[in-house]
């Protein structure tokens, strides 16, 4: 048991690559934690960690060990927490990656009511566009929008995004409304440069459409914006567009139309998931109903 606590230890420092940050995640005093890693090292006879007066840096064999080390620390932590009552009130720090423009305009309000709803965990949130790589990173799990590559991760559906087209009325005044999907290669349409081509659907009528304009963007929450300074039309999930929808900015357009339906995952690494893990992934089950929500405006 000696050995494992000195592992946990030794996870929660490669982490933070500090002493110092190990010592306010665990409460163990700095000198204590190095000097416990020292013991470590010794018992297996390999240096695993390059100290410094300002960091802390992994050695070959600290690289090997930690990836190693962390599973099996997860591994004992949720036996614990499936036999305890930590079970029931989930405790720890939630490692998570999240989509930027979905995580702030949307899930912030229910990250918030996690949060209130399970006060012993906290939250580590990195917040990036990039597949992040949860074998190698430590993340806990990840939450990404749209179809996903094969991979090897344990994928859950969360819900389908009703997608659907908007532009401001200021807009619509200057250059008119697009009455048909074909209407939109006349239109100043903002989105992703890879999006060239946008697909709307009338019931089993499907339309494929060449679109394009002057802003070519990598960020939802930027065009959504210049979308509501008159600048083009643009085709999002309701939730991304419901506050600017609500306050007059943006209105939605071909109202008979709507576009191919965005999957939101919680991806893992494994199935066994700490108590922490699995409430919130149970929680957005929950808050977002395994929805698709193509019956809201």
Same mark, same amino acid.
């Given at each position: 048991?000696?050995?494992?606590?000195?592992?946990?230890?030794?996870?929660?420092?490669?982490?933070?690559?500090?002493?110092?940050?190990?010592?306010?995640?665990?409460?163990?005093?700095?000198?204590?934690?190095?000097?416990?890693?020292?013991?470590?090292?010794?018992?297996? &006879?390999?240096?695993?960690?390059?100290?410094?007066?300002?960091?802390?840096?992994?050695?070959?064999?600290?690289?090997?060990?930690? =990836?190693?080390?962390?599973?099996? @620390?997860?591994?004992?932590?949720?036996?614990?927490?499936?036999?305890?009552?930590?079970?029931?009130?989930?405790?720890?720090?939630?490692?998570?990656?999240?989509?930027?423009?979905?995580?702030?305009?949307?899930?912030?309000?229910?990250?918030?009511?996690?949060?209130?709803?399970?006060?012993?965990?906290?939250?580590?949130?990195?917040?990036?566009?990039?597949?992040?790589?949860?074998?190698?990173?430590?993340?806990?799990?990840?939450?990404?929008?749209?179809?996903?590559?094969?991979?090897?991760?344990?994928?859950?559906?969360?819900?389908?995004?009703? @997608?659907?087209?908007?532009?401001?009325?200021?807009?619509?005044?200057?250059? &008119?409304? $697009?009455?048909?999907?074909?209407?939109?290669?006349?239109?100043?349409?903002?989105?992703?440069?890879?999006?060239?081509?946008? =697909?709307?659907?009338?019931?089993?009528?499907?339309?494929?459409?060449?679109?394009?304009?002057?802003?070519? @963007?990598?960020?939802?929450?930027?065009?959504?914006?210049?979308?509501?300074?008159?600048?083009?039309?643009?085709?999002?999930? @309701?939730?991304?567009?419901?506050?600017?929808?609500?306050?007059?900015?943006?209105?939605?357009?071909?109202?008979?139309?709507? &576009?191919?339906?965005? $999957?939101?995952?919680?991806?893992? =690494?494994?199935?066994?998931?700490?108590?922490?893990?699995?409430?919130?992934?149970?929680?957005?089950?929950?808050?977002?109903?395994?929805?698709?929500?193509?019956?809201?405006?």
């Amino acid at each position: 048991m000696e050995l494992l606590n000195d592992m946990a230890l030794f996870v929660e420092v490669a982490h933070a690559r500090s002493f110092r940050g190990a010592a306010e995640v665990t409460g163990v005093p700095n000198s204590t934690l190095s000097r416990r890693i020292s013991a470590l090292e010794k018992a297996i &006879g390999l240096r695993l960690l390059h100290r410094t007066t300002r960091k802390v840096e992994l050695t070959e064999a600290g690289q090997i060990y930690y =990836e190693r080390s962390r599973r099996i @620390v997860d591994e004992a932590r949720i036996a614990h927490e499936q036999l305890g009552e930590m079970l029931a009130q989930p405790s720890g720090v939630l490692r998570a990656s999240l989509p930027v423009d979905f995580a702030t305009i949307y899930m912030a309000p229910l990250v918030a009511e996690f949060a209130r709803r399970y006060p012993g965990i906290a939250f580590d949130f990195d917040l990036t566009p990039r597949r992040v790589d949860l074998v190698s990173e430590p993340f806990d799990v990840a939450i990404r929008m749209g179809e996903l590559a094969d991979s090897n991760l344990i994928a859950r559906l969360l819900a389908r995004l009703s @997608v659907k087209a908007y532009a401001s009325p200021g807009y619509l005044k200057v250059a &008119g409304e $697009p009455t048909h999907p074909s209407d939109l290669s006349q239109h100043e349409c903002l989105g992703f440069a890879k999006a060239a081509t946008w =697909e709307l659907h009338r019931g089993a009528e499907s339309v494929q459409v060449g679109v394009g304009g002057r802003f070519l @963007v990598n960020s939802v929450g930027m065009f959504r914006r210049l979308a509501t300074l008159d600048l083009g039309i643009v085709l999002l999930p @309701v939730e991304i567009v419901a506050e600017d929808v609500a306050a007059g900015r943006l209105r939605r357009v071909l109202p008979e139309w709507e &576009g191919k339906s965005t $999957p939101v995952y919680a991806l893992t =690494e494994t199935r066994l998931l700490p108590a922490k893990v699995q409430r919130f992934i149970e929680f957005l089950q929950e808050r977002l109903g395994q929805r698709d929500t193509s019956g809201q405006a």
